[in-house]
T-cell receptor
Framework: GDSVTQMEGPVTLSEEAFLTINCTYTATGYPSLFWYVQYPGEGLQLLLKATKADDKGSNKGFEATYRKETTSFHLEKGSVQVSDSAVYFCALSDSGGSEKLVFGKGTKLTVNP | DGGITQSPKYLFRKEGQNVTLSCEQNLNHDAMYWYRQDPGQGLRLIYYSQIVNDFQKGDIAEGYSVSREKKESFPLTVTSAQKNPTAFYLC??????????????FGEGSRLTVL
């Protein structure tokens, strides 16, 4: 079945550092790809998405590009802030046509001042 | 405010007892979902419902049951058959009705601890 693999965490960075969280996927069709973020004590919320190859999703300074040739959707931010500390989840839409998402295991990011 | 409301936030259960987690939404969404979150495991789908009076098993449905009698409500029962029920449970909804965008709206979760 479809699956998502994220880099293992936790990741600890200093403020203003560059962030990359790797995500690769396995899917039989052409899924849409997503990054969700979970701040401490909260549910998940959509951060950005891309629906087809070479699309770039962006939001709040975060970016990710849908790379079909490498089946990847890596999350990047040029300069992280303490407020970016959270758990980040990569996800894909099920290629079987059902309206559900498959999530990766999550990567915890801590940004120190 | 529109959103997903889960209750209770914290719940303790003795072994052998069933427990029901509530999930209510006022977003007028057709689809609703239950996920389980464990450390290092990410989110795993328990059940989902795309329309009232219909639901499908997810990847880890054993030991759980759901109902969808109303559009707004999707309660999850954790039965005594669930071998390891201690976890964080997240409910979510999406527009559904064939207009799936991939955006799920999540509640704040319910943490269940079995004593």
């Amino acid at each position: 079945g479809d699956s998502v693999t994220q880099m293992e965490g936790p990741v600890t960075l200093s403020e203003e550092a560059f962030l990359t969280i790797n995500c690769t996927y396995t899917a039989t069709g052409y899924p849409s790809l997503f990054w969700y973020v979970q701040y401490p004590g909260e549910g998940l919320q959509l951060l950005l998405k891309a629906t087809k190859a070479d699309d770039k999703g962006s939001n709040k300074g975060f970016e990710a590009t849908y790379r079909k040739e490498t089946t990847s959707f890596h999350l990047e931010k040029g300069s992280v802030q303490v407020s970016d500390s959270a758990v980040y989840f990569c996800a894909l839409s099920d290629s079987g046509g059902s309206e559900k998402l498959v999530f990766g295991k999550g990567t915890k990011l801590t940004v120190n001042p | 405010d529109g959103g997903i409301t889960q209750s209770p936030k914290y719940l303790f259960r003795k072994e052998g007892q069933n427990v029901t987690l509530s999930c209510e939404q006022n977003l007028n969404h057709d689809a609703m979902y239950w996920y389980r979150q464990d450390p290092g495991q990410g989110l795993r789908l328990i059940y989902y419902s795309q329309i009232v009076n219909d639901f499908q098993k997810g990847d880890i449905a054993e030991g759980y049951s759901v109902s969808r009698e109303k559009k707004e409500s999707f309660p999850l029962t954790v039965t005594s058959a669930q071998k390891n029920p201690t976890a964080f449970y997240l409910c979510a909804s999406s527009i559904g009705s064939g207009a799936f965008t991939g955006e799920l709206f999540f509640g704040e979760g319910s943490r269940l601890t079995v004593l």
